[in-house]
Nanobody
Framework: QVQLVESGGGLVQTGGSLRLSCTAS????????MGWFRQAPGKEREFVAA????????YYHDSVKGRFTISRDNAKTTVYLQMNSLKPEDTADYFC?????????????????????WGQGTQVTVSS
């Protein structure tokens, strides 16, 4: 069983930065792919970024490439999402997710079906 707790959300102006953290419990954390998703009011949850168990491979949604960076510290069982040059359209609840199985990063990890465990979310608001 894996439990995920996000933190680091808040209110920021356009062009600002935030770093989200997701701390996981569970001994298999260091071997499973992890991802970040977001959900704006009235919209479906959408993929933001994913990272392999080793941290050596990453995926990004086109809308955040060059602005967001996903990373992980397996010793701290934490995955991060550094968000720079934030835009009002980045406003959403951000969720981290963990796969159940140890595997390479797959295209499925760009979708919610690639993950078993989810955090409760942290709110990010970007003011114009």
């Amino acid at each position: 069983q894996v439990q995920l707790v996000e933190s680091g959300g808040g209110l920021v102006q356009t062009g600002g930065s935030l770093r989200l953290s997701c701390t996981a419990s569970g001994s298999t954390f260091s071997h499973v792919p992890m991802g970040w998703f977001r959900q704006a009011p009235g919209k479906e949850r959408e993929f933001v970024a994913a990272i392999s168990g080793s941290g050596g491979a990453t995926y990004y949604h086109d809308s955040v490439k060059g602005r967001f960076t996903i990373s992980r510290d397996n010793a701290k069982t934490t995955v991060y999402l550094q968000m720079n040059s934030l835009k009002p359209e980045d406003t959403a609840d951000y969720f981290c997710a963990a796969d159940r199985d140890q595997s390479l990063l797959r295209l499925e990890h760009r979708t919610t079906s690639g993950y078993t465990y989810w955090g409760q979310g942290t709110q990010v608001t970007v003011s114009s």
